[in-house]
């Protein structure tokens, strides 16, 4: 330097250390009614040292032109940047040392919630770099300057601002890469002495951070942006590098790739959705064994830690669910005909195509992103094996993926119990019963389809009773509803079954006519909630509730038709309530037209019932006059 030892720069070094750890260490233990103490002390540390820089400059440009300071500024070049500068790069490398300077001071100010000072500081570090070309010296500067103003327009609100400034950044880092590539200069090596600096291996480490920070605030912006897609690619590249260099926190980096498992599986993307998955859960098992009630109550932190473990491998759980759950439906909706039920010229066309596709799949696998640490990947591959992403289309293969879908349904309970995570619990719960549902599907066994669907009644029956519905209004209303579906599709079954029989016997009319009555009372239970608190039911339906209501009047008509009975009052009361329920969908759609579209199919039948109905009742009163004279 111009006018300053080799003394003086170890002090400008040291200074700027202790700001670093200020910064990055004591300012975790500042007091709660004073946050910020540190990052101020920090601040007004790095503002010394830019004042210092200054000063040198004004020195070092006023010695160039007498001649003078050659050696000097080679001492500093030596000095700051952990090697040797030539003459014509010092104006560069002292533009690239305030630069550095500003984006500390920028970073600070971001930190201590002044957005405004900090843009300010990072904008002036972008202009000194407009003197500099890019060089293994400030490659890193370039990109993690852009990548806190990409993070800065973000918080803004400003999200193709930021778009602009994190594209910049990964461009920088693509074309850097291709055309150099050795291990650029560390922001803290602009401020140490040569014997000090950091290793060319930890250099790269940290450049592969900054970059991987690139990629994964991008993933945020591409999602702000609704791209899901270039979304899904980045924080899939994310969770990659960190994985490969080491820079994860076990948990957070769990739940992130199991929530990429489900914009995964939002695209029927099963393969890569598993592969998430299994990497979530083997990962998540770095984080250490969940610690004992015993020792929890020993520490508050180990309480902490061991509530935490629970809590995240519960979340993976139900993502697991999730998984196994979608893959059931997205098959069932292959495999169904235009009645709902299994279409088997279709089933035996797709076993027939499953080699081809299943060669395609290894293809697919081949050339996807793996998450492929040397240390986690064959215990990924191992979890994988356990369940299939290729969709089931026999019942063998629909009960193997019902079964793991089960077990992470027990997983999932263990840390969201009734008591505490009530919302929580009813949907794993009700989870559970989609997959019975499911599994159903696959069963052609009419009375073992039956007894599937009495286990949804099982676990579903007990949380509706027992739920208040003054707290619980929406959820009550969709137990209700999935209750009175639930009976109505046991009903059903039951019919196909006494169908085959000659002459069904008094048992399974009796199990029929309870099936019906069930489904009616949980059917007219929905209904009874959407009234006021006077018993008014509404004269417009909301939105949300509009179709399930006028669905829910259409399955009651059917249903109190369909009750066996030989007593003609029995029949005449039911075929009357009946026709109630079909006029009340028809004149509601007279009133409101626009509800039509959401009931076409129900209101045409509802329609042709009105027409039918008054002759079957006409014909019930003819004998019962007969009968009574």
């Known amino acids: ?72 500024g080679s001492e500093e070049a030596e000095c700051g940047a952990g090697r040797s500068v030539p003459g014509d790069s010092r104006a560069g490398l002292r533009a690239a040392k305030l630069a550095v300077i500003e984006y500390y001071l920028g970073v600070n100010h ?63 880092y693509v074309n850097y890469m291709k055309e150099d590539g050795q291990p650029p200069v560390d922001l803290m090596d602009f401020f140490v ?44 590249s994310t969770l990659q590098r960190q994985l490969k260099f080491n820079q994860f926190v076990p948990l957070e980096w769990a739940i992130n790739a199991a929530t990429l498992s489900q914009y995964y599986i939002t695209k029927t993307r099963y393969m890569e959705a598993r592969h998430c998955l299994a990497a979530a859960s083997v990962i998540a098992g770095l984080a250490g064994e969940v610690p004992s009630e015993a020792a929890a109550k020993e520490s508050q932190t180990e309480y902490e830690k061991r509530e935490q473990l629970r809590q995240k491998r519960a979340e993976i ?25 299994l279409d088997l ?9 499953r080699q081809d596709e ?47 879908g089960q077990t992470y349904v027990g997983q999932a309970k263990e840390y969201f119990e009734m008591d505490g995570h009530v919302t929580d619990h009813i949907e794993i719960i009700q989870d559970h019963s989609a997959l019975f549902k499911v599994l159903a599907f696959f069963e052609e066994d009419l009375e073992r389809r039956c007894k599937m669907h009495k286990r949804r009644v099982d676990m579903l029956e007990p949380i509706c009773k027992d739920l208040n519905a003054q707290y619980y209004l929406l959820i009550c209303r969709q137990l209700q509803f999935e209750l009175a579906e639930t009976f109505y599709e046991m009903m059903s079954l039951k019919l196909a079954v006494a169908e085959k029989q000659d002459q069904p016997d008094t048992h399974i009319i009796k199990k029929f006519n309870l099936l019906c009555t069930s489904s009616i009372k949980y059917y007219e239970m929905f209904l009874d909630s959407l009234r006021s608190p006077e018993g008014k039911f509404p004269e417009v339906l909301e939105d949300d509730v509009l179709r399930p209501a006028l669905v829910a009047k259409f399955s009651v008509a059917r249903l109190q038709s369909k009750i066996i009975s030989t007593s003609l009052a029995v029949q005449l009361e039911n ?13 509601y759609c007279m009133d409101h037209p626009e509800a039509k579209k959401a009931v076409e199919t129900e209101l045409e039948l509802s329609e042709e019932m009105v027409s039918l109905l008054p002759l079957k009742i006409n014909r019930i009163k003819s004998k019962m006059v007969s009968a009574n004279s």
Request: with cysteine.
């Open 317 to 341: 759980a139900r993502c697991w669910i999730k998984y196994c759950l979608n893959l059931l439906q997205d098959a069932r909706k292959l495999l169904e005909d235009n009645i709902g039920d």
């Open 575 to 587: 075929l009357t309530r009946s026709l109630e329920c079909y006029n009340f969908i028809m004149q």
């Open 193 to 236: 002495a040569e014997e000090d600096a950091t290793t060319q291996q930890e250099r790269m480490r940290r450049f592969e951070m900054a970059y991987t920070h690139t990629l994964y605030y991008l993933a945020q912006v591409y999602k702000n942006l609704d791209q899901f897609e270039r979304a899904g690619q980045y924080c899939h």
């Open 110 to 172: 971001t930190e201590t919630e002044e957005l405004s000072a900090g843009e300010e500081h990072l904008m002036n570090c972008m202009k000194l770099l407009e003197k500099c070309t890019v060089t293994p010296e400030n490659v890193s500067l370039f990109i993690q300057a852009r990548n806190q103003l990409g993070i800065l327009w973000a918080g803004r609100d400003e999200t193709e601002k930021a778009q602009g400034f994190l594209e910049t950044a990964e461009s920088i």
């Open 358 to 404: 299943e060669e395609e799949k290894e293809r697919e696998k081949k050339s996807a992103v793996l998450f492929d640490s040397c240390d986690t990947f064959d215990s990924i591959c191992s979890l994988e094996e356990k369940v299939s992403c290729a969709f089931p289309l026999t019942f063998e293969e629909a009960r193997a993926i019902f079964l793991v």
């Open 1 to 72: 330097m111009a006018s300053t030892s080799s003394r003086e720069w170890r002090a400008v070094c040291e200074k700027f250390g202790r700001a670093n750890h200020l910064s990055e260490v004591e300012s975790r233990k500042d007091p709660e009614n004073d946050p910020f103490r540190s990052k101020y002390e920090a601040r007004e540390l790095l503002k010394d040292i830019y004042c210092a820089l200054k000063s040198v400059e004004a020195e070092e440009s006023d010695g160039e032109a007498d001649g003078q300071g050659e050696q000097s």
């Open 345 to 353: 010229d279709r089933q035996e066309e797709l076993l027939r195509a």
